[in-house]
């Protein structure tokens, strides 16, 4: 069946950086949108990036724009989000997810299971 696995979270200091990455299986999800969101302790899941099939567009959330940035590889059926310059806020855990461009930032169709990543100060 079809997954989206994370990987490349951590514990890191503010101001470290880090690139988590997200591995798709069971089929291509290279005709879909991909992106990533994050949920930290007692909140609800906040947008952060989205790239378009073709890897041509990419829109980010106010959070994430200048410091975090996505990118994919349809050959490897895989998405990635290098994130710099990180805060304790962005302590979270972090979801790739798959779904259309329109209605990505809301109801995105597939989602990973997450990946931890704690900024200490």
């Known amino acids: 069946q079809a997954q989206l696995v994370e990987s490349g979270g951590g514990l890191v200091q503010a101001g470290d950086s880090l690139r988590l990455s997200c591995a798709a299986s069971?089929?291509?999800?290279?005709?879909?949108?991909l992106g990533w969101f994050r949920q930290a302790p007692g909140k609800g899941r906040e947008f952060l990036a989205a790239?378009?099939?073709?890897?041509?567009?990419?829109r980010y959330a106010e959070s994430a724009k200048g410091r975090f940035t996505i990118s994919r590889d349809n050959a490897e059926n895989m998405t990635f989000l290098q994130m710099n310059s990180l805060k304790p806020e962005d302590t979270a855990v972090y979801f790739c997810?798959?779904?259309?461009?329109?209605?990505?930032?809301?109801?995105?169709?597939?989602w990973g299971q997450g990946t931890q990543v704690t900024v200490s100060s």
């Open positions: 997810a798959a779904g259309p461009w329109v209605t990505f930032a809301t109801t995105p169709t597939d």
């Open positions: 069971g089929r291509t999800f290279s005709h879909v949108t």
């Open positions: 790239v378009n099939e073709r890897g041509n567009t990419k």
